[in-house]
């Protein structure tokens, strides 16, 4: 058996976090990885709000369960079977595995995968197995078939994408969810043509990273809507020319700034009622994107008539309709050459033993991606250099 620190989900909580804590470090056992797995040694994990809304009960998952699933690590093993990766390899995780053999995989949508979507509902690995477990023997979940909020973990290979081993690993560990949902939102979904409109609803990690994939397509305007000051001037200095204070008027400010309304709105925040405001700043014509997750209860109440007199379109995008092992290395290249400046997403690093301290920051929206790192970085430092 492997022994691991891991941050273990046990029940469901409103902040604070810290004073009322439901994530607890513990060590735990791992299974050594079997038949198409891999166990990854992770270099920095991000705290996201898919993390938080697990924790508040929006997304109901099955508990106990090691939380984390946006991070990027160095393989350590592999099991049989497994050619893509080797030990020594650096990683960046994908949250949804691919079988490549389902319908959405082979139609070239591996984000809709069907195994590995039952597999994350039901908090194991592609591979049907659950590898993390305490001493006693109890089971733990995985989340997202990552559970990256420990010094180690076992995944399914398909869960992998291998990256070159001179980018700094804290900052890969961003473009396994906020980067690549966010930007490919964007280009992926929406794909607008230079010179269109986009607004962009809810400045988290995703919203950020969607006003820096219009901005590298070219859009104008790019409008980003927040109600805090400080995420709008973020937004400002990645590539938004507006910032527009959240509101029950930022749909008519949108309109007037455009001429009739966007072209397209990305709903970043994971809410029916920001939904409806996007696809109220969005003109005729136009699309409304929704990247956000919200609780499963929540329901938005669109004019539905628009949809056929205006051709509207209201479009899901999930993990920025990506195909991951060719979009994070394209997306990595396109960092490297200074046209995604992702560095400016990371708030803080923190220690394991201080993610409920960091959750109570991302609840009260005072970070955008704070960044884990549960043990000793390889060799080169904290940027994960060779």
Same mark, same amino acid.
């Given at each position: ?21 439901v ?5 735990? =056992?791992?299974? *050594?990885p ?11 994990a ?6 938080l %809304? ?10 106990p ?9 160095v393989?350590?093993?592999?099991? *049989?079977?497994?050619?893509?990766v ?31 979507a ?10 049907? %197995?659950? *590898?993390f ?6 089971r ?7 559970s ?9 290979? !398909? ?34 043509? @230079? ?9 988290g990690?995703?919203?950020?990273s ?28 990645l590539?938004?020319t ?8 930022? @749909?008519d ?8 309304? !966007? ?7 994971? %809410?029916?009622?920001?939904?409806? !405001? &996007?696809?109220? !700043? ?15 209860? =929540?329901?938005?109440?669109? @004019?539905? &008539?628009l949809?056929?007199?205006?051709e509207r379109?209201?479009?899901g %995008? ?10 994070? *290395?394209?997306?990595? #290249?396109?960092?490297e ?5 992702v ?22 929206? #005072?970070?955008?991606?704070?960044l ?15």
């Amino acid at each position: 058996m492997i022994e691991t620190k891991a941050a273990v989900l046990t029940g469901t909580a409103t902040p604070p976090y810290a004073t009322n804590p439901v994530v607890h470090i513990e060590d735990v =056992q791992l299974t *050594p990885p079997g038949s198409g797995e891999v166990l990854v040694r992770i270099a920095a994990a991000g705290l996201c709000h898919s993390d938080l %809304s697990v924790i508040n009960g929006d997304r109901p998952r099955p508990l106990p369960m090691v939380l984390g699933h946006e991070a990027a690590g160095v393989v350590e093993e592999t099991g *049989p079977g497994v050619s893509d990766v080797q030990p020594g390899d650096h990683v960046v995780f994908s949250f949804v595995p691919s079988c490549g053999a389902c319908v959405p995989c082979q139609s070239g949508r591996p984000a809709l995968c069907e195994p590995g979507a039952r597999a994350n509902t039901h908090g194991e690995l592609l591979t049907g %197995s659950k *590898p993390f477990h305490r001493a006693g023997g109890e089971r733990l979940n995985h989340h997202l078939g990552v559970s990256a909020f420990a010094e180690r973990t076992v995944v399914s290979a !398909a869960s992998l994408i291998r990256i070159p081993s001179h980018i700094p690993l804290e900052k890969a560990a961003l473009f396994g969810c906020a980067v690549l949902t966010g930007v490919g939102a964007v280009i992926n979904t929406a794909r607008p043509t @230079p010179g269109t409109a986009v607004a962009v609803f809810g400045l988290g990690g995703v919203g950020l990273s969607a006003v820096m994939g219009a901005h590298l397509a070219g859009c104008h305007p790019v409008i980003a809507v927040d109600p805090l000051d400080a995420k709008l001037e973020l937004a400002t200095s990645l590539g938004a020319t507006h910032a527009v204070k959240a509101g029950d008027d930022a @749909p008519d400010v949108i309109r007037d700034i455009t001429g009739g309304g !966007a072209h397209c709105t990305v709903e970043a925040v994971g %809410s029916a009622r920001v939904l409806t !405001a &996007a696809y109220n !700043a969005t003109r005729r014509g136009g699309q409304t994107v929704s990247a956000g997750l919200p609780h499963p209860d =929540q329901r938005a109440e669109l @004019p539905a &008539a628009l949809l056929v007199g205006e051709e509207r379109q209201v479009t899901g %995008s999930y993990m920025g309709s990506a195909v991951p092992r060719r979009d994070i *290395p394209r997306l990595l #290249a396109l960092h490297e050459a200074g046209r995604l400046p992702v560095d400016a997403l990371h708030t803080q690093t923190l220690g394991l033993a201080e993610i409920n301290t960091g959750f109570d920051a991302l609840a009260a929206g #005072a970070a955008v991606r704070q960044l884990v790192t549960p043990g000793t970085l390889p060799s080169g430092g904290a940027n994960g250099e060779a």
